[in-house]
């Protein structure tokens, strides 16, 4: 979120949060790993989940660059140099435990790819 240039996010209202992120753009530098079932993610309903604060809702478009890595995780890794614009976000009222300690509300935000 601070990539983003969005700070203190979990004080903000859901008015706030989606003024502070829907629009914005960005080039992702790195391979981007995704699910296309979140059934499968471990991340979010396995043995690795309880940390995500954050849940990215992907919308690739036909003709976006991928490799499909795991299967039994419903794994794509988007390629480096994705252009990608939000078109929303909202918190969830779910709570996220990160490895780290505490609780803090969790969000998912909307994204395109461009």
């Known amino acids: ?12 209202s859901d008015a706030q949060l989606s003024a502070a992120l829907v629009g914005k753009t ?3 530098h790195k391979y981007l790993s995704t699910s296309y079932d979140v059934s499968k993610n471990v991340f979010l309903n396995g043995n690795q989940s309880g940390g995500r604060s954050l849940v990215w809702n992907i919308k690739a478009k ?3 660059n991928y490799v499909q890595a ?3 995780q419903a794994e794509y890794v988007l390629a ?3 252009q990608y614009r ?3 976000a909202r918190f969830t009222g779910a709570t996220a435990n990160p490895r780290a300690g505490g ?3 969790q969000i998912v935000i909307d994204v ?3």
Do not use: F, H, P
């Open 112 to 114: 395109e790819v461009l």
């Open 86 to 88: 939000i078109t929303g």
């Open 1 to 12: 979120m601070q990539r983003l240039g969005v700070a203190n996010y979990q004080n903000m």
């Open 70 to 72: 795991r299967t039994d």
């Open 103 to 105: 609780s803090i509300k």
């Open 26 to 28: 960005w080039t992702e």
């Open 62 to 64: 036909a003709g976006t």
């Open 80 to 82: 480096r140099g994705g």
